[in-house]
């Protein structure tokens, strides 16, 4: 039986998968073969199609006069998600193992359009390269008095939550599964890492909302997984303590576990923010992270579930006075030393900077130095410091270089991360889904990057583009493929981070963060700016790396531009490898930038008509937005510099 295809609510935007980008599919003749309930997914996005363009389907019909082929058949090396797709005599056809693999394949067709059924196509294999792709939400299930109802949430509420429980209405919750596989995404952790009272219960008493929500992505092979709190046997099952290594603390765990699995017989797993930002932890028992992890990967293990670990623990309670201790040293000084003790089934999540998700951060050298971990690396789609979904940021780029850092010889981010790719997600109840309709364009990306980390993404961002506008307006390709550069020119230079206005980090505040006791400095006097952490000097946290980062970044001479002030504490007279002082640059990246905004927003305007008027008008508002943050942030930051440093603007622009 075919599956019908989920409809959003009236209203809300059909992102990447518009009914048109089905139309060579729907205006042909498909065969559909194999069973189970992918597969059934898979029939019922192409009888859909053909509904509305007048096209044929069959099931398991002898092979005919079809244009399409999509059939369950071996080999089995493809996996449950791999595909394969050839055309040869007038006929396209996708053969997979799995369902998921066939779902993926129908979605490839879809993405390449009419040139699916045109010319020959020699037998191509697809598979991810990594098998978890996941989105973890910051989604609370009450609404929190400070975060709201989605932490760092910028796109309205949550798909899953309102009200204080999970949404009866479960439509939007298997549209968005269907755009979830559209690009990639298999798995999807549904509540906040800060799990707070009323999140707790979701892993025993409220375990029927998450099945409610399982059963609306599994359609999609979008698997579903909890945060949970790390003191849940105190929390919830009247225990003492939560002490990893103690008998009745894993006993409960793993009958807990076992009745999840009770309710969600494919869970995907816990992810736990532990020792973290005043989260409960091992720590409290003298346990280390390893016991902890290992104690919840034992209870997941007869399921076949992971446990995601994040290795996000630092002191949040520094003194600014002290300037021996380094947040940037703590994942990989917390972590390192227990290398090869983590259970097969943990998976270590990993922050894909040693920071906090920066407009421009080192990558983190943790993901270098555990060879014998399942490492995850976790990128941010919400925008928390990227301009919150009310600037255009497109994080492809960033992501990529991230992905292609080769840590050690040989291995870059993207092959050493073989637990996993993770982004914080992006989306909300919104009628866009991210809030600004560009922002679609994060998620997208991110998706197809865990699928192929060394995909170029500007393809990608071609693809997203593809399917989202055809036709793509003139100018709107270029809108999107400097935006994060252009963001990084008016905000903190140089990968000195922060300067964000403190609590909600929108908007700037040079010295927001500069005597507070979150780790998060620039040490700007009147003579220099920039944080020392070289070994000789520093904080020895360049020594974290490998050769040849750990020679590069020591030494302000061969550091890069971009990440000087994240290594070195330097004069503003310094002479960077561009040629200009550091003063300059400062001066000149902040015009250059809001420049840049400006004629973004003319661009924009010159759109009108050849975009949707809803997304139209929304984008055009939030670049108005864009635009007045953009000036107080060269603002604020010039009229700082200039003031502490006292040196004027080679160009005399105003500063004030
Ligand atoms: O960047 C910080 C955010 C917190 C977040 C934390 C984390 C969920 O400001 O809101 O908490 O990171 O990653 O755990």
């Given amino acids: 039986m075919p599956l019908p295809v989920p409809v959003p609510p009236e209203g809300v935007d059909p992102a990447w998968l518009p009914d048109e980008?089905?139309?060579?599919?729907?205006?042909?003749?498909?065969?559909?073969?194999?069973?189970?309930?992918?597969?059934?997914?898979?029939?019922?996005?192409?009888?859909?199609?053909?509904?509305?363009?007048?096209?044929?389907?069959?099931?398991?019909?002898?092979?005919?006069?079809?244009?399409?082929?999509?059939?369950?058949?071996?080999?089995q090396e493809l996996g449950d998600e791999g595909?394969?797709?050839?055309?040869?005599?007038?006929r396209t056809t996708v053969g997979a193992y799995g369902g998921a693999g066939l779902l993926y394949g129908l979605l490839h067709v879809v993405r390449l359009g009419e040139a699916a059924f045109h010319g020959e196509r020699q037998r191509e294999y697809h598979e991810p390269a990594l098998a978890l792709r996941m989105l973890d939400h910051w989604d609370n299930v009450a609404v929190h008095p400070v975060m709201g109802q989605v932490e760092r949430g910028y796109a309205g509420g949550s798909l899953f939550w309102a009200d204080g429980r999970a949404r009866g209405e479960l439509e939007r919750v298997r549209a968005y599964g269907r755009l979830l596989a559209a690009?990639?995404?298999?798995?999807?952790?549904?509540?906040?890492?800060?799990v707070h009272e009323t999140e707790a219960h979701l892993l025993t008493d409220r375990i029927g909302e998450v099945a409610a929500i399982a059963g609306a992505l599994r359609p999609y092979g979008v698997r579903t997984?909890?945060?949970?709190?790390?003191?849940?046997?105190?929390?919830?099952?009247?225990?003492?303590?939560?002490?990893?290594?103690?008998?009745?603390?894993?006993?409960?765990?793993?009958?807990t576990t076992a009745r999840v699995y009770e309710a969600v017989p494919d869970f995907g797993g816990y992810v736990v923010k532990a020792d973290s930002e005043g989260q409960p932890g091992p720590f409290a028992y003298g346990r280390s992270h390893a016991d902890g992890a290992n104690m919840l990967a034992a209870a997941l293990d007869p399921h076949g579930g992971t446990v995601h670990w994040r290795a996000f623990v630092y002191n949040h309670h520094q003194d600014w006075r002290d300037r021996t201790t380094d947040r940037a040293r703590a994942a990989y000084d917390h972590f390192v030393p227990l290398d090869?003790?983590?259970?097969?089934?943990a998976v270590l999540q990993v922050k894909h900077g040693p920071m906090d998700f920066q407009v421009r951060e080192p990558v983190s050298p943790l993901i270098g130095a555990m060879p014998d971990t399942r490492l995850a690396v976790e990128l941010q789609a919400t925008q928390e410091y990227t301009g919150q979904q009310r600037h255009v940021c497109w994080l492809g780029p960033m992501w990529s270089e991230v992905l292609r850092f080769r840590l050690e010889e040989g291995a870059c981010a993207g092959e050493l991360a073989r637990g996993g790719l993770v982004a914080v997600s992006n989306?909300?109840?919104?009628?866009?889904?991210?809030?600004?309709?560009?922002?679609?364009?994060?998620?997208?990306?991110?998706?197809?990057?865990?699928w192929q980390p060394d995909a170029d993404p500007h393809e990608l961002l071609d693809e997203w583009l593809g399917l989202t506008f055809a036709p793509v307006p003139e100018g709107l390709c270029d809108l999107l493929s400097g935006s994060w550069r252009t963001y990084e020119k008016y905000t903190a230079p140089l990968g000195v981070g922060f300067m964000v206005q403190p609590g909600h980090h929108y908007g700037p505040s040079v010295d927001g963060y500069e005597y507070s006791p979150w780790g998060t400095y620039h040490f700007a006097d009147r003579d220099g700016i920039g944080v020392d952490r070289s070994v000789a000097g520093g904080t020895g946290y360049a020594?974290?790396?490998?050769?040849?980062?750990?020679?590069?970044?020591?030494?302000?001479?061969?550091?890069?531009?971009?990440?000087?002030?994240?290594?070195?504490?330097?004069?503003?007279?310094?002479?960077?490898?561009s040629g200009k002082t550091v003063i300059q640059h400062i001066y000149d990246t902040h015009f250059e930038g809001v420049a840049e905004v400006e004629e973004a927003v003319e661009t924009w305007a010159s759109l009108a008509g050849q975009v949707e008027p809803g997304r139209h008008a929304r984008v055009a508002?939030?670049?108005?937005?864009?635009l007045r943050s953009a000036r107080e942030w060269r603002d604020q930051i010039n009229s700082y510099f200039f003031r502490k440093s006292g040196v004027p603007d080679e160009s005399g622009r105003t500063i004030f």
């Fill in 21 to 75: 980008a089905f139309r060579p599919i729907g205006t042909r003749r498909t065969l559909v073969r194999g069973s189970g309930p992918l597969v059934d997914t898979v029939h019922g996005e192409v009888a859909r199609a053909c509904e509305r363009f007048g096209g044929r389907v069959e099931r398991d019909a002898a092979p005919g006069p079809f244009d399409l082929v999509l059939e369950l058949t071996g080999p």
């Fill in 83 to 90: 595909f394969t797709c050839r055309r040869e005599d007038g």
């Fill in 183 to 194: 690009c990639g995404i298999n798995a999807v952790a549904v509540n906040n890492v800060n």
């Fill in 225 to 255: 997984h909890l945060s949970v709190t790390f003191a849940a046997p105190v929390v919830l099952g009247g225990l003492e303590r939560a002490d990893p290594l103690d008998a009745g603390v894993r006993e409960w765990w793993a009958e």
């Fill in 340 to 345: 090869g003790e983590f259970a097969p089934n």
């Fill in 427 to 450: 989306v909300g109840d919104d009628p866009f889904w991210t809030g600004h309709p560009l922002a679609q364009a994060n998620l997208y990306t991110f998706g197809r990057l865990a």
């Fill in 543 to 577: 020594g974290q790396y490998a050769k040849p980062w750990a020679e590069m970044y020591e030494s302000p001479q061969t550091c890069p531009d971009e990440l000087l002030l994240f290594f070195h504490h330097v004069p503003y007279g310094h002479v960077l490898k």
């Fill in 621 to 626: 508002e939030r670049y108005a937005e864009q």
